[in-house]
């Protein structure tokens, strides 16, 4: 990506190039963020199409981020699926087919399987804050002051969200798996 200040200067001038450059770069981490969230894919897209939408209002009314988009985007997806959960209240995690195993071996597969949707479950067991920080973190490889932009909180919160998801993420898993050796 380009210099984020320069193209930021585009954006905010509503140059197409810079848009769909933006666009380009941040649509799969935003979907992939709302995903682990919503566990569902019409959810996710329409929830990461409502970012976008976002970004060019506040352009259009000449505010939006003018330093920091990585943080910016992701506290408008954080918001959106805080929303979204408050209206639906999702109580199941369905398992989408992206992350079915593709394999020979149908007991390996269904094992993955199931070890998938056991970790699912149990990010859908955390807090909203704690599952936002580790799927920031962990799988978006955002760093803790993005983090705390992002949810409007400290670096020191954002690190306490963490060990406290990790640590009620190994207290559901550990049970699950106790005993078994690879």
């Known amino acids: 990506m380009a210099d984020e200040h320069s193209l930021?200067?585009?954006?905010?001038?509503?140059?197409?190039d810079a848009l769909a450059e933006i666009f380009d770069t941040y649509y799969r981490r935003l979907y992939r963020y709302i995903y682990h969230h919503t566990c569902h894919v019409q959810t996710a897209e329409d929830l990461t199409a409502r970012v976008f939408h976002r970004l060019l209002e506040a352009l259009h009314r000449g505010t939006g981020p003018n330093r920091h988009l990585k943080p910016w985007l992701f506290r408008v997806a954080h918001n959106l699926v805080i929303d979204d959960g408050r209206r639906r209240h999702h109580t199941e995690t369905p398992l989408h087919e992206r992350f079915l195993?593709?394999?020979?071996?149908?007991?390996?597969?269904?094992?993955?399987?199931?070890?998938?949707?056991?970790?699912?479950?149990?990010?859908?067991?955390?807090?909203?804050?704690?599952?936002?920080v580790i799927i920031l973190?962990?799988?978006?490889?955002?760093?803790?002051?993005?983090?705390?932009?992002?949810?409007?909180?400290?670096?020191?919160?954002?690190?306490?969200?963490?060990?406290?998801?990790?640590?009620?993420l190994r207290r559901q898993l550990e049970p699950t798996y106790q005993g078994e050796q690879p």
Do not use: C
Not at 107 to 117: F, G, L, N
């Open 8 to 16: 930021l200067m585009r954006a905010h001038e509503l140059e197409e």
């Open 101 to 132: 195993p593709v394999s020979s071996d149908l007991e390996a597969a269904t094992d993955q399987a199931i070890a998938i949707q056991h970790v699912q479950m149990a990010l859908g067991s955390l807090t909203t804050g704690q599952r936002s």
């Open 137 to 168: 973190h962990f799988l978006e490889g955002l760093e803790y002051r993005e983090i705390a932009q992002v949810m409007n909180s400290t670096v020191g919160a954002v690190k306490a969200l963490q060990n406290r998801g990790l640590a009620a």
